[in-house]
């Protein structure tokens, strides 16, 4: 098993205020930062390390990826709907809307070019040779800066994307992000998160365009699979059982918890598909299954696998 690699993460927020309109540098400079000790990680070994199979650089990568450049912080107002809470995984998730600093210690990962060119949570397409990041609630967008203390390489990224929501990480780097920190190799590695408020320099572009408030969610409850009518054979069809991985307000997270979930499945020859029904939540299915009894039994081993038990809805 590799030796686990030590890693410091300082994440430096541009953020706009949560009103109807963005906060003024000034503003910015004189509004107090209240500090937020998140729950730390058990710092556990690493379960796996190196790629994902079929993951890693592509043929085509740039020559240096030591020389492309770090993220550079600027002042953005927050996505309208990445912010929202929301339920992946059997957790609900309530993401940071406000300028406040984060501390955190964990695992880091890295996604490769399984994810290159779909679509991340801000709608935004995810380039594994860009300086970007996944956090499930640091704000989108924000800006983090990562050290590896073990080398004392550091990178500063920009946090445009969700997730990790498995095996115990809190938050996934860019292909090219962990290769200049030194931990593409093992796959994870131990980090330290913390989170600054900073003001981007005068120089900097800076976007005026005004946002709402973070739209309220109700998440989907994640009621017990039990609920539904116990049998050995359903009276539902063929093509109606499905378990309920996750519930997003926003489209274009729900897309992409989907691609996770797409990878995380491969192989099993279960389709990974959106639903939504006359709501505003954009529900992430498994499915179909032949009966609610076989669905409950893959729920199981789910629970055993990944840590989560999914639920059975009928479609």
């Known amino acids: 098993m590799n030796k686990q690699t030590g890693l410091i993460l300082f994440a430096a927020i541009i953020l706009t205020a949560c009103g109807s309109a963005p906060l003024h540098k000034d503003e910015m400079r004189s509004t107090p930062a209240p500090v937020i000790e998140a729950q730390t990680t058990p710092l556990t070994q690493p379960k796996r390390g190196g790629y994902w199979e079929g993951d890693g650089p592509s043929a085509n990568a740039p020559a240096n990826l030591d020389a492309i450049p770090n993220a550079v912080p600027r002042v953005e107002p927050l996505h309208r709907f990445a912010n929202n809470q929301y339920t992946a995984l059997g957790k609900t998730y309530t993401p940071l809307t406000m300028l406040s600093k984060f501390k955190e210690r964990g695992i880091a990962s890295w996604y490769g070019k399984k994810f290159h060119g779909k679509r991340t949570a801000s709608g935004e397409v995810y380039d594994m040779y860009g300086m970007t990041a996944a956090h499930p609630t640091l704000p989108v967008p924000s800006y983090a800066r990562v050290t590896n203390l073990n080398n004392k390489k550091s990178v500063v990224v920009r946090v445009n994307d969700r997730g990790p929501f498995l095996r115990e990480r809190i938050i996934d780097l860019s292909y090219v992000a962990a290769h200049k920190l030194g931990i593409v190799d093992n796959g994870s590695a131990e ?49 109606n059982v499905y378990l309920q991985l996750g519930a997003f307000r926003s489209q274009q997270s729900a897309e992409s918890f989907l691609a996770r979930m ?54």
């Open 191 to 239: 980090v330290l998160v913390e989170v600054e408020s900073l003001v981007a320099d005068s120089n900097s572009n800076i976007q005026t365009q005004p946002i709402g408030v973070a739209d309220s969610v109700i998440v989907t409850p994640l009621t017990p699979a039990t609920t539904l009518p116990i049998s050995s054979e359903s009276s539902a069809t063929s093509s």
């Open 262 to 315: 797409n990878i995380e499945f491969e192989g099993s020859g279960k389709h990974i598909e959106l639903y939504q029904k006359n709501d505003d939540i954009v529900r992430v299915h498994s499915g179909p299954y032949p009966t609610q009894d076989e669905a409950r039994a893959v729920a199981e081993k789910l629970q055993l696998r990944l840590g989560f038990k999914p639920f059975v809805v009928l479609h």
